[in-house]
């Protein structure tokens, strides 16, 4: 800070030599010139020698206003000029680099012209390049303007091929044009020798000026009419994502490739009005496009690669992806108007630029480094995909391709097509016909599997009896309350013809679906099979765990009572929820589940079932079932429940509505409270 005071002086001192030089060129007296224009039917460009002068006052707009004492503008196209940006011929430097570097706001072009021979009504196009805004009068009389002019300011848009017609009887003779011009301070960081005029306007019979202007228009739609064709494309390939997320909600490239395609979509919109309507003012279109839309989108393109390739970790992609971007924002904000040259100084380009080049080839690698990963995962469709990446990235980096002199413009049937374009329509085209690819083939793999688990579903509505058999002495209720199409719960009620009494078998196998399914049919096969011979609940226990030992991670908890005409109960279990007798749980001993380990001891207990005593047989669906606060229903809320008599549909309703998150099986048995004959039945298997 030492040295602030200095600098300041140095600075003033400078300004002020600036400003007197700026001076110095208006204030050298000029001679009066005047334009001789005989027209006929053509026209005539307004060039050679313009009076000028820096300011704003309305009377310069007067056509007896004397003007001798304002500098020169030649406004005659050197030889061999071209606009620096567009390449475009017959570009004239702007009044930066004649003798006014530093001038930004307000400015007057003054012409006289004398007008012989015209036949018609005239009129005057004006330059299809201007910084920013202008007004045109003749004679004193305001003929139009583009932009919009206030006291102060203007707000100016991008430059629009106009015209604008004399009045009727200004045919000939001498008459005055002067031109209001407003420019920018941004447009000094825009634009190579910015500042007022860049073409002569023309003057001339009005159907040819019309005529002029239309061929103007048509160079302008020449020059981005391509950016139709890729709107185009875009929307259609934005329709067929949106179409397939509808169908298919599980596959997130859909969503990222509709939104990459909607931002594009934007951007490409944003300069197409740019360039035929003046309804976005030329600062915001700029900033809105290389500020706002062209980072997203580039982090569009790369979490949608991430999620094509189905990258694990895609929440890492998004912090560094969402990082990069918010980074490559704000330096493009600082880089660009109307911050960049008021609020950032300008010499800040030595180290923004560089750090700008470095976020885009940040962007760059995490891209390669996705594509790489992708490949190895995917394999066949991930080389399938790489010509799709590498047509995005020479989309998304066309600017640093430039650096390189690699060539990016052509022109293709007169039209004028940037290499992005055409890299953006091939990949989108790529990308859409891989996304049908992919749906198809998850349709026909999500086909097979509803086959699957519709022919599980059968099977198990085939072991599940319309009806519960009747056994002597005993009232069965059941109620199952499936959490998928095919269950894992299951149960088996066997009356035993031998001595009369009645086997029930209850479980719950591990995993859900198809798999769970097929273990069950398993299960209840082993059942079946081994109580023709042996009807011992231990006997059972062990030979289900026999058949299931050495069958991957197959396992269940199983409990098997055996009850007998007196009542007496024998039962064993295998880790699964003990029985409620008459409301209070029975001890029981901890057991492994069947199937995990070989020859494993299972807890056995005997008890009697008096007459009226009521037993309750649940799966831990019911207690496990959870509200939207994560509270679970739990043991407590069941023991409440069954301190009143209670019905099998009662409890597995009351869990069912708290909230099901697995499958819910409720079985009660109750002894009857008077002894009844009852025909015996063939035992009837229950599996959900």
Request: charged share 15%.
């Amino acid at each position: 800070m030492r040295y602030a005071g200095t600098s300041v002086v140095l600075l003033l001192l400078f300004g002020f030599a600036a400003g007197l030089l700026g001076q110095k060129a208006p204030t050298a007296s000029a001679p009066r010139t005047q334009l001789e224009a005989t027209l006929g039917d053509g026209t005539v460009e307004l060039s050679g020698l313009w009076k000028f002068h820096i300011g704003d006052d309305m009377a310069w707009a007067r056509p007896d206003f004397d003007d001798s004492s304002w500098g020169t503008i030649d406004l005659t196209p050197p030889a061999g000029s071209a606009n620096p940006e567009l390449g475009s011929s017959g570009y004239i430097p702007g009044w930066t680099a004649n003798g006014y570097p530093k001038h930004t706001g307000f400015a007057w072009y003054r012409l006289r012209v004398n007008v012989q021979s015209s036949h018609g009504r005239l009129a005057i196009k004006m330059p299809n390049e201007v910084d920013d805004a202008y007004q045109l009068y003749v004679n004193g009389q305001l003929l139009g303007e583009l932009g919009r002019f206030g006291e102060h300011k203007a707000t100016a848009y991008s430059t629009l091929p106009r015209e604008f017609r004399l009045p009727r009887e200004l045919r000939n003779g001498p008459m005055t044009i002067a031109v209001r011009i407003y420019m920018d301070s941004a447009s000094l960081f825009l634009t190579p020798d910015a500042g007022g005029m860049h073409e002569p306007p023309v003057l001339g019979h009005a159907g040819v000026i019309g005529t002029l202007i239309q061929m103007d228009w048509d160079n302008t739609a020449h020059a981005v009419g391509s950016g139709f064709l890729e709107m185009l494309i875009l929307l259609l390939a934005w329709m067929v994502a949106v179409s397939l997320l509808s169908m298919d909600r599980s596959e997130p490239s859909y969503l990222w490739l509709s939104l990459v395609c909607a931002v594009t979509i934007l951007g490409n919109g944003v300069v197409l009005i740019v360039s035929f309507v003046p309804w976005i003012a030329l600062t915001p279109g700029i900033f809105l496009q290389f500020v706002i839309i062209g980072p997203i989108r580039i982090g569009l393109w790369v979490i949608f690669w991430g999620y094509w390739f189905r990258i694990s970790r895609m929440q890492w992609v998004h912090r560094i992806v969402w990082g990069l971007v918010a980074l490559t924002m704000i330096g493009m904000a600082m880089m660009s108007a109307p911050i960049y040259g008021e609020h950032v100084p300008v010499h800040a380009a030595v180290y923004l630029t560089p750090i700008l080049l470095g976020l885009r080839l940040s962007f760059a690698a995490l891209l390669c480094a996705i594509t790489f990963r992708g490949i190895r995962k995917q394999k066949t469709e991930g080389w399938l995909a790489l010509s799709a990446v590498l047509l995005v990235a020479i989309a998304l980096f066309q600017g640093q391709l430039r650096l390189l002199h690699v060539p990016t413009a052509f022109n293709i049937l007169g039209f004028d097509v940037q290499l992005g374009t055409i890299s953006t329509i091939f990949s989108v085209f790529l990308i859409t016909v891989m996304l049908v690819r992919r749906f198809l083939h998850t349709q026909r793999i999500r086909e097979q599997w509803k086959a699957e688990i519709e022919q599980a579903r059968q099977i198990q509505h085939v072991l599940i009896p319309e009806h519960l058999p009747q056994t002597p002495g005993l009232a069965i209720e059941s109620e199952y309350r499936p959490a998928r199409e095919v269950g894992g719960d299951f149960f088996q009620i066997l009356p035993v013809q031998d001595d009369g009494s009645v086997l029930i078998v209850v479980g719950d196998v591990t995993g859900k679906g198809l798999q769970a399914g097929m273990l069950v049919a398993l299960i209840v096969g082993a059942i079946r099979t081994a109580v023709q011979y042996d009807s011992d609940p231990l006997v059972l226990m062990n030979s289900l765990n026999d058949r299931l030992w050495g069958r991957g991670r197959a396992s269940a908890t199983c409990l098997i009572l055996q009850i007998r005409t007196d009542g007496r109960v024998t039962l064993a279990n295998a880790g699964h929820l003990p029985p409620y007798l008459n409301g209070i749980e029975i001890e029981m001993g901890g057991s492994l589940p069947i199937g995990v380990v070989p020859g494993a001891e299972f807890f056995v207990s005997h008890f009697k079932l008096e007459r009226g005593d009521t037993l309750m047989l649940m799966s831990d669906g019911v207690a496990e079932a959870q509200d939207q606060q994560k509270q679970l229903f739990g043991f407590e809320r069941i023991e409440k429940m069954l301190q009143q008599p209670i019905s099998a549909a009662e409890l597995a309703s009351a869990a069912q509505d708290f909230g099901q998150e697995d499958d819910i099986l409720v079985l009660r048995i109750q002894r009857r409270l008077q002894p009844e004959n009852v025909p015996d039945e063939r035992g009837i298997l229950t599996a959900t």
